[in-house]
């Protein structure tokens, strides 16, 4: 069964911390997005990864093909960094399976 | 006008009625998607469609009937919907279906009644 695992559900944290969100999911895939959603339900697309490392401005996504795993990491956070943070996998078989999402609130 | 926009924005409809939710991107994009967002529920796909050619269906229920007459507009049509489909309905789009970056419209927050 195509499973996909965000960690943790929730997360608050004070601004200035390093950031860290967990997605793990059951079998080999084709790829991995990050999405942001805002509170109102604006979706943006963070990354597409298919192996190895992405860094764009604070943000940082990291995928392990052998461990199933990957990480989103948010460097020097800010209080507008809050949103839902959702991880995708594609498993090739035309299916895209998402994520509960993980909820951040990044206190001033 | 950019990126995708998705009209209209709000919707509340009793259940014997007919309405249709528009997507319109401007990004030369060949693939768009609806997607489903319940309360408390993960997001899901519904359709996809890849050069006005519709690729996925994941099961939907035929109350939900989707038209893409073109790459650039993409229609979901409904009818004699339930409660339980009260949610958001995203569009987005993309160059190339599933595996490229998806441009997501705002959404249409949709109550049955």
């Known amino acids: 069964k195509n499973e996909v695992e965000q960690s943790p559900q929730n997360l608050t944290a004070q601004e200035g911390e390093f950031i860290t969100i967990n997605c793990s999911y059951s079998v080999g895939i084709s790829a991995l997005h990050w999405l942001q959603q805002h509170p109102g339900g604006g979706i943006v697309s963070l990354f597409m990864?298919?192996?190895g490392k992405k860094k764009h401005g604070r943000l940082i996504a990291t995928i392990n093909i052998q461990e199933k795993h990957s990480s989103l990491h948010i460097t020097a956070s800010h209080p507008r960094d809050s949103a839902v943070y959702i991880c995708a996998v594609y498993f090739g078989n035309e299916k895209l399976t998402f994520g509960t999402g993980t909820r951040l609130t990044i206190i001033p | 006008e950019t990126g995708v926009t998705q009209t209209p924005r709000h919707l509340v409809m009793g259940m014997t009625n007919k309405k249709s939710l528009k997507c319109e991107q401007h990004?030369?994009?060949?693939?768009m998607y609806w997607y489903k967002q319940s309360a408390k529920k993960p997001l899901e796909l519904m359709f996809v469609y890849n050069f006005k050619e519709q690729t996925e269906n994941n099961s939907v229920p035929s109350r939900f009937s989707p038209e893409c007459p073109n790459s650039s507009h993409l229609f979901l049509h409904l009818h004699t919907l339930q409660p339980e489909d009260s949610a958001l309905y995203l569009c987005a789009s993309s160059m190339r279906p599933i595996t490229d970056t998806q441009y997501f419209g705002p959404g249409t927050r949709l109550t049955v009644l």
């Open positions: 990864l298919s192996s």
């Open positions: 990004l030369g994009h060949n693939a």
